[in-house]
Structures are given as structure tokens and as C-alpha cells.
């Protein structure tokens, strides 16, 4: 069992910076891959960013490529989200998602479908 908690939302301004944390729980953390969802008031959830489980390899949605880096540090149980340049469409409830799912070191996960263990989500408002 994984818990996931994610923290460093807020309310700031087009164009500023913010880093989502996700601490977790349990000691296979740096076997999953790991990711980032977000759902709009009204919308889908949808996916942001993956990370395989040793941080080879990371994808993006094409809105954020460029804008936001996914990062992990096995040795702190943690998954991070820095978010630069934001834009008042970043709004959104930040959910963070584990997978259990073992195959090579560099893969990575897309779809909601294929994540075990999610996040209460963190708040984030981005005004014009």
C-alpha cells in the first residue's frame, strides 16, 4: 500500500513559478512510475507528467513541454512538479499518481487507468 500526499499549491500570477511536492509512504517507492494528473473545474481529469521509476526518463502533455519539469529523489520518497511560466488554463486540482507496475527502467505511464495509487490533490489557481 501506497500513500501519496501532495503539497505547494496556491494562488499566484500568470507567468510565476510553483513546485508541487508528493511525499509518499512505503519502501518500494523507487520501483513505480510515477505521474502527474489535473482536473479543471468542469473538465476530465488529465495527465501532465511521468517519470519512470529511476528518473531516465520523463513525458509530458504538449501544454506544459517547456514550461514544467518532473523530478523524483528515491533516497526522499518524493515525486516533484516544477511549474514555471504558469497561465491562468494551469488552474486545476495537481493530483499525484504511483504505479506498481514493474517492467524496464524507462517506462512511463500516460493513462489514469494505469495508476495504483493517487494523491488527495493540491489547488492550483493561476490569475490573469
Known amino acids: 500500500q501506497v500513500r501519496l500526499v501532495e503539497s505547494g499549491g496556491g494562488l499566484v500570477q500568470a507567468g510565476a513559478s510553483l513546485r508541487l511536492s508528493c511525499a509518499a509512504s512505503?519502501?518500494?517507492?523507487?520501483?513505480?512510475?510515477m505521474g502527474w494528473f489535473r482536473q479543471a473545474p468542469g473538465k476530465e481529469r488529465e495527465f501532465v507528467a511521468t517519470?519512470?521509476?529511476?528518473?531516465?526518463?520523463?513525458y509530458y502533455t504538449d501544454s506544459v513541454k517547456g514550461r514544467f519539469t518532473i523530478s523524483r529523489d528515491n533516497a526522499k520518497n518524493t515525486v516533484y512538479l516544477q511549474m514555471n511560466s504558469l497561465k491562468p488554463e494551469d488552474t486545476a486540482v495537481y493530483y499525484c499518481?504511483?504505479?506498481?507496475?514493474?517492467?524496464?527502467?524507462?517506462?512511463?505511464?500516460?493513462?489514469?487507468?494505469?495508476?495504483?495509487?493517487w494523491g488527495q490533490g493540491t489547488q492550483v489557481t493561476v490569475s490573469s
Open positions: 499518481a504511483a504505479s506498481s507496475v514493474i517492467q524496464g527502467p524507462t517506462l512511463i505511464l500516460i493513462r489514469s487507468y494505469e495508476y495504483d495509487y
Open positions: 512505503g519502501r518500494t517507492f523507487s520501483t513505480y512510475v
Open positions: 517519470i519512470s521509476w529511476t528518473g531516465a526518463r520523463t
